[in-house]
T-cell receptor, first 112, second 118 residues
């Protein structure tokens, strides 16, 4: 199976700074990873995904980096804004598996 | 505007009562899922369904039941056998992956139902 975990339960940043949220996974056969943002009282919202044949993928103000050697991925948010305050989850799926495994989440707090 | 609708937003269960949580999607997604979220925890899979009239147990299916009579709908019943039902319940759906391979598509979530015991 797959085990996915986030490094820090809480991350505090100043508005305008760049944020980096880290995630580790256990199964070297994992082939697909997804980052979600969850605001209070709402369901997780898809941010960005990356397949294992890639090292980096960019979206609007977000970048996901995948390091398969150390089984680590990160979500970078540029110029963090108060609206980015939420819990961020990474999820990973092992090759041949149908269902992703979710980590516990990192709470991002953006101070104005 | 396509999406996933969960209802009700808040639900209270009395002792010995079964309650049903609704999940409807108009995204034309094949697969649907139910997750349970407890404070400070990740999402735990209760049940999932790949096609109509078929579903599989997830990691914590005991005390829950589902049906998939229509592609758009995947209701979850929390039975009286579930002794600790207080949680935030999330429904999700996803497309079939490329070339018929399941899994390499993100899940899209509804806004959840918060269930509490009276």
């Amino acid at each position: 199976g797959e085990s996915v975990g986030l490094h820090l339960p809480t991350l505090s940043v100043q508005e305008g700074d760049n944020s980096i949220i880290n995630c580790a996974y256990s199964n070297s056969a994992s082939d697909y990873f997804i980052w979600y943002k969850q605001e209070s009282g709402k369901g997780p919202q898809f941010i960005i995904d990356i397949r294992s044949n890639m090292d980096k993928r960019q979206g609007q103000r977000v970048t996901v980096l995948l390091n398969k050697t150390v089984k680590h991925l990160s979500l970078q948010i540029a110029a963090t804004q108060p609206g980015d305050s939420a819990v961020y989850f990474c999820a990973g799926k092992s090759g041949g598996s149908y269902i992703p495994t979710f980590g516990r989440g990192t709470s991002l707090i953006v101070h104005p | 505007d396509g999406g996933i609708t969960q209802s009700p937003k808040y639900l209270f269960r009395k002792e010995g009562q079964n309650v049903t949580l609704s999940c409807e999607q108009n995204l034309n997604h094949d697969a649907m899922y139910w997750y349970r979220q407890d404070p400070g925890q990740g999402l735990r899979l209760i049940y999932y369904s790949q096609i109509v009239n078929d579903f599989q147990k997830g990691d914590i299916a005991e005390g829950y039941s589902v049906s998939r009579e229509k592609k758009e709908s995947f209701p979850l019943t929390v039975t009286s056998a579930q002794k600790n039902p207080t949680a935030f319940y999330l429904c999700a759906s996803s497309l079939r992956g490329d070339r018929g391979q399941w899994g390499n598509q993100p899940q899209h979530f509804g806004d959840g139902t918060r269930l509490s015991i009276l």
